[in-house]
């Protein structure tokens, strides 16, 4: 009979247990043959035991053990045994002792893997780690990110649990509603023509939620969005999403800044302050380019209109005569950086469509640079003043249009940061984004269309702009920021239908549309709707910052490509015509694929 059943697991051993008879399964992990004794650290999920096999105590082991390769599975009962004198392994948990194997099953053998499991140091072509993804889970990294994104949802359902929250599951099969992406389509059978819509979010379900009187909902939801991908973004992702009653965002923030802090301190032992500072979408935009600045480093952004306006230099000039803006960043301790440092960045920028960047040098003489005698010595002493700049640092301005400059510089200050090694890699800088625009202008349409969605409150103050200047009224919505990234987002929702109805009309929705695409929400508005406000956190963003990487992929268990292909099961793939049949469709695509 097969013995395979565990009585400790690979990382579990230690000195104490020294003279106890064990059973350990697992993986070969390395095989190291002395001439006499063969050595194999077995590796499960939780470490790495070294294992020794003697031809003295088991003959016929031993013979099996010479033949044994990478990722054979394994399970041995032996001995622990204390490791030779000299020889302990100070990086292993296990590494004082030793299992001298006494019987040996081989449950498994393995062909020779398509990269190396035991030495993640070789780097590895993604998409050949993606398409066996299983054995790059082995690996390791993969494995412990994933253990603490474990870590991270237990904790979360716990603390909302323990604040009065019902975890309620919401439909994956739903109706297509615009909420800022193209939707996954999902043809129906039984309704020829007819389609579901994979979620985007569980926007509206969750608000019918409060409307229900639930109250206090969350849900670690799965969602989907067929929108061009990138480092942080997946076409499935999952999101902690949170909806209550009778709230504010001063009864929201608090509870969302205790969850983050919970979550740090249990997974990740770091203490964090609370509250987290606040900065409205303008404010943010003004000095920092961004409505998400990693604020792990200073470097803010200034405006120097005024100071370009007195100028003689007829580049500023002609830009705030276009209607363009001026503005600076002071590089601390920059002035060591070699004018071939300066075109490198010129050059950078350059790559978002800015025209030139400009420079100055503060040292104790003064300021130098070729654009210097433009301005009188008043008008340096304000920018100095202005900037904040000290002996030694370096100032760049740009000027451009408002978007491009605040763009520009946002890009530069990011990439200033990483190559003077200004960043924190272990700081968590956490900010509120509140204030958002309500509506936004579509210049290829021509019309007004939501910031966020449809359904977000408009500032109480603001609502009479609407019908004057709907550019100018300001949202009640708020993202949660994290070294850069937008980690969370929500808004204080219209309870009121006709509050609802008015915005409708301004974003140009007929009654038809309106019917057609929300007929079901709007009814539901008119049954007597709390006020009730919500968030959604993005857990793989977040478990980026936590597992410290860059890459949305190194944190979901099989993820999809950057063409958002799943290379190990070659999904989308092509279907059976009969299948075709049945849903009542018709391809013109070429039925080649190709997922490279």
């Known amino acids: 009979m097969v013995h395979y059943r565990r009585t400790h697991d690979c990382g579990t051993l230690r000195k104490e247990d020294i003279g106890q008879k064990v059973t350990l399964s697992g993986w070969v992990h390395r095989r190291r043959d002395h001439g006499g ?12 035991t070294q294992i020794v096999f003697d031809p003295d105590v088991n003959r016929d082991a031993h013979r099996q053990a010479e033949e044994m390769r990478s990722e054979w599975v394994l399970s041995i009962q032996g001995e622990v045994i204390p490791r030779a004198e000299g020889m302990s392994n100070p990086k292993l948990k296990t590494g004082d002792i030793e299992v001298q194997v006494l019987e040996l099953s081989i449950l498994s053998r393995a062909n020779t893997p398509p990269f190396s499991i035991s030495d993640e140091t ?14 790059d889970i082995r690996r390791g990294t993969v494995a412990e990110n994933l253990q603490l994104r474990h870590q991270v949802t237990q904790c979360t359902r716990n603390f909302l649990d323990r604040h009065g929250f019902l975890d309620i ?8 509603t615009p909420e800022g992406a193209r939707d996954y389509l999902v043809p129906s059978r039984v309704h020829p023509n007819s389609f579901y819509a994979l979620p985007q979010s569980p926007q509206l379900l969750k608000q019918l939620l409060m409307i229900s009187g639930v109250d206090r909902y969350f849900q670690i939801a799965t969602c989907f969005r067929d929108e061009d991908l990138r480092a942080d973004r997946q076409p499935e992702f999952t999101q902690i999403d949170i909806e209550m009653s009778f709230a504010s965002p001063d009864d929201l923030f608090p ?4 969850l983050i802090q919970e ?10 302050p609370a509250p987290f500072p606040r900065l409205t979408y303008d404010e943010c935009i003004e000095r920092y380019g ?5 604020l792990r480093f200073a470097m803010p952004l200034v405006r120097i209109d005024d100071i370009a306006k007195r100028s003689t230099f007829t580049v500023f000039q002609d830009q705030l005569n276009a209607g363009g803006s001026i503005k600076a960043i002071c590089v601390k301790g920059g002035a060591d950086i070699s004018r071939k440092g300066i075109d490198s960045y010129t050059q950078f920028v350059g790559t978002l469509g800015i025209k030139g960047l400009a420079w100055m040098k503060l040292q104790d003489s003064g300021l130098s640079s070729s654009i210097v005698k433009f301005f009188s010595e008043d008008l340096q002493k304000e920018l100095i003043e202005q900037t904040g700049a000290e002996s030694g640092d370096l100032l760049f301005m740009v000027a451009d249009t408002p978007e491009r400059c605040n763009q520009g510089l946002d890009h530069l200050r990011r990439r200033i940061a990483r190559d003077r090694q200004l960043i924190d890699e272990n700081a968590y800088n956490f900010l509120w984004v509140t204030d958002f625009p309500l509506f936004a202008w579509n210049d290829d349409e021509k019309r007004i269309e939501s910031e966020h969605h449809p359904f977000t409150s408009p500032h109480h103050e603001d609502i009479a702009l609407i019908d004057t200047e709907p550019l100018k009224v300001r949202s009640s919505s708020y993202d949660l920021v994290l070294n850069g990234y937008e980690t969370a987002s929500g808004s204080q ?21 309106i019917y057609e695409k929300f007929g079901f929400f709007v009814e539901a508005l008119q049954y007597g709707t709390p006020p009730h406000l919500g968030v959604a956190l993005g857990l793989d963003r977040i478990m980026m910052v936590l597992c410290k990487t860059e890459n949305i992929r190194d944190v979901i268990a099989f993820p999809k490509n950057q063409k958002a292909v799943d290379v190990m099961t070659q999904a989308p793939s092509a279907v059976a015509e009969e299948q075709m049949k049945e849903l009542h469709i018709k391809s013109s695509a070429p039925k080649e694929l190709t997922w490279t």
């Open 37 to 48: 004794l063969i050595f194999i650290d077995l590796r499960d999920r939780y470490g790495l």
């Open 290 to 294: 961004t409505d998400k600045p990693d």
């Open 255 to 258: 509870l969302i800044e205790s």
């Open 122 to 135: 070789i780097q590895v072509n993604e998409d050949l780690r993606l398409k066996h993804r299983y054995l």
């Open 263 to 272: 979550i740090l301190s249990k997974t990740k032992n770091v203490e964090i």
């Open 493 to 513: 929702r219209i309870h009121d239908s006709e509050l609802q109805k008015k915005i409708f009309e301004t974003l140009q929705l007929s009654s038809e549309d």
């Open 169 to 176: 599951q919401t439909p994956i099969l739903g109706k297509s």
